[in-house]
Each structure stands twice: as structure tokens, then as C-alpha cells.
């Protein structure tokens, strides 16, 4: 069985983990953890934790019992108390921290209960900074703030380099794949990338290192970058070892949804550039990966699992 470890964050990989689960990989999602917006943010401020929204978020995707995680988890309370806007699974993340010590062991007891398919590891238990620096040579502190500012992105850091896990590095070590997720490239995927323990576990490795492309472009983070950008600043961030094989959507994207991202979110699909990603030496996968799931545009997270899958077993 391939043992397989994914990093990212967010909504963008916990769709991916819904169609690894299926599969016959031995899972690790490394999460980050460095949100701050929101119930996440509120927490975080009040007990000193790393953010927990993102790792709710991969332990539902996780769950043998999803459905009922979803719904439980996900559930927010609306009251004009503190307790207004807060998932129950944020608070219950935060109670079992607070109990076992650590984030790692809160979603432990998570597992007895869920029956998780996998190993969810945050990426710290540091309770980090997100900084970026802008187009313009400014400085913001935050990653929500990151994401909110119109300006582009030019470089991401942490204000204090974090304490990688140990379990997040022997993860690594002991992978057959290394799979960057879908979701907000710089907020999500390189926050993982930025810590040199793991640039080093990556090129330590022996695993095979690949990118599932986003669809479409995020405002401020990857306006109009090609797949062949979103390449090469995820190869920047990382150390000696590169992406070898990319997966992309080969299929054309229904344009009222097409018009539905551009009028309401400024987001356009991402351009799949076959001669540029061809002269970097990256090994494309392609299929038709668009499904519309609740009225928004995903990936299909099995035919996803299926393409890595065949890729692990034809090496």
C-alpha cells in the first residue's frame, strides 16, 4: 500500500482527501495552521493555539462517518453570546487541546470517536504569523490580511519561524508521495513550504513530489497565473527537489460558471500552458476534473485519487 502525504490547508484539500480515502493509500495531511480570520482567529487569540479551522475542515474529509462529522462539526451557533459564529468542531478541537496538551492529541481522541482514514498532523503547535510582502515592498501581517489585500503577493514568511513537528517530518520521510494540495497558493500550500525542516525532509526524501493544479485563479494570491506559474512559485519555495508531475483539468469549464467567478469573486480559470509545463521537464496528468458540488466549482476528488493512484503504481 503507498503511503501518501499531503500538505495544504482549507476547503482545497479536503476536497482532495475525500477521494484519497477511497483508495488504498496509507494517508498523511499535513495541515497549516497559520489562519486567523473569524471563529479560528477568536480562538486563537483567547487560548494561545494554533488555528484549528483548516484541521475541522480535513478531519470531517477524513471521517468514515462524514456526513454526520459535517453536520455536527461544521454547525455553527448564531446567538448574540460569545459563542456566536463558533463551529462546534472549533470549540471541540480547543477543548481537547486544552485537555491532552496539544493540538496533535486533541485530534487523536477526534479519531477514536470518527474513525479517521488517515493521519491528520498540524503542521506546528506554535501558534505562528503569517507575513507577506507585497508587490509594492510592504509588509502585512496576517493571513487573512494577506488574502484580503488587493496587492500581489510577492514573498510569504513567518514572523517567527514555527517547531515543525516531528510527526510532520517522519510523515515525509516515509512517503511514497508528496502531493501539494489545491487551494490558496500562498495561504494555504507554501505556509508548509516556508519552514526549512520540511524543505529539507522533501529533499531528503525518496518520495515522488506532485502538484495538483488549482482550476481557477485566486485574486490578490494568482491573479492570471498560468499552470505553469503556479509551478514555478511552488518550485521556488521548495528546496533542492522539484515537482515532478503535475495533474491538471483538460476539460473546458461551462461558461455561465465561468461568468458566475469572474462577476462575483474575480476569479478566471487557470490557463493549462501544455508547450511551458512541457519544456520544464514536469510529467503532465491530465483529465477532466470539473464538478459543480452545492453550486461551486471543485475538484472531482476521485478521479483526482484515481490519477494519482495510477501514477504511483506505473513507477
Same mark, same amino acid.
Given at each position: 500500500m503507498k503511503t501518501i502525504t499531503v500538505l495544504g490547508g482549507g476547503t482545497g484539500m479536503s476536497q482532495l482527501l475525500k477521494g484519497f480515502k477511497e483508495f488504498p493509500f496509507n494517508i498523511n495531511a499535513i495541515v497549516a495552521v497559520s489562519d486567523d480570520g473569524r471563529s479560528t482567529g477568536r480562538l486563537r487569540k483567547e487560548f494561545n493555539i494554533p488555528a484549528i479551522g483548516d484541521i475541522r475542515q480535513v478531519v470531517i474529509a477524513l471521517s468514515e462517518k462524514e456526513n454526520i462529522a459535517r453536520k455536527l462539526l461544521n454547525y455553527r451557533f448564531n446567538t448574540s453570546s460569545d459563542l456566536d459564529g463558533h463551529p462546534i468542531g472549533n470549540l471541540l478541537l480547543t477543548a481537547l487541546a486544552d485537555i491532552d496538551g496539544s493540538i496533535a492529541g486533541g485530534i487523536a481522541d477526534l479519531d477514536d470517536v470518527l474513525n479517521l482514514k488517515g493521519k491528520v498532523i498540524p503542521l506546528? *503547535?506554535?501558534?505562528?504569523?503569517?507575513?507577506?510582502?507585497m508587490e509594492d515592498g510592504r509588509i502585512v501581517r496576517g493571513e487573512?490580511?494577506?488574502? *484580503?489585500?488587493? !496587492? !500581489? $503577493? @510577492?514573498?510569504?514568511?513567518?514572523? @517567527?519561524? /514555527?517547531?515543525?513537528?516531528k510527526e510532520a517530518l517522519n510523515a515525509i520521510k516515509k512517503s511514497d508521495a508528496i502531493v501539494l494540495s489545491i487551494g490558496s497558493l500562498y495561504?494555504? #500550500? #507554501?505556509?508548509?513550504?516556508?519552514c526549512p525542516e520540511i524543505k529539507e525532509a522533501i529533499d531528503n526524501s525518496k518520495a515522488k513530489i506532485i502538484y495538483v493544479c488549482n482550476?481557477?485563479?485566486? /485574486?490578490? *494570491?494568482?491573479?492570471?497565473?498560468?499552470?505553469?506559474?503556479?509551478?514555478?512559485?511552488?518550485?521556488?519555495?521548495?528546496? %533542492?527537489? @522539484? $515537482?515532478e508531475a503535475i495533474l491538471v483539468n483538460n476539460e473546458s469549464i461551462a461558461k455561465e #460558471? #465561468?461568468? %458566475?467567478?469572474k462577476e462575483l469573486q474575480q476569479k478566471i480559470p487557470v490557463e493549462v500552458d501544455y508547450? !511551458?509545463?512541457? %519544456?520544464?521537464?514536469?510529467? $503532465? $496528468?491530465?483529465?477532466?476534473?470539473?464538478?459543480i458540488e452545492d453550486g461551486f466549482l471543485r475538484h472531482n476528488s476521485i478521479k483526482v485519487a484515481l490519477n494519482v493512484f495510477s501514477?504511483?503504481?506505473d513507477k
Open positions: 506546528t *503547535e506554535d501558534n505562528v504569523v503569517l507575513m507577506g510582502e487573512h490580511c494577506i488574502a *484580503e489585500d488587493s !496587492r !500581489r $503577493i @510577492k514573498n510569504v514568511f513567518y514572523e @517567527k519561524n /514555527p517547531t515543525v513537528s495561504t494555504s #500550500i #507554501i505556509p508548509n513550504l516556508v482550476m481557477m485563479t485566486q /485574486p490578490g *494570491e494568482t491573479d492570471y497565473l498560468s499552470a505553469s506559474e503556479h509551478l514555478e512559485v511552488l518550485n521556488d519555495y521548495l528546496g %533542492k527537489r @522539484k $515537482i #460558471i #465561468i461568468t %458566475k467567478y508547450d !511551458r509545463l512541457e %519544456k520544464s521537464g514536469v510529467e $503532465i $496528468i491530465e483529465d477532466d476534473l470539473a464538478v501514477y504511483l503504481i
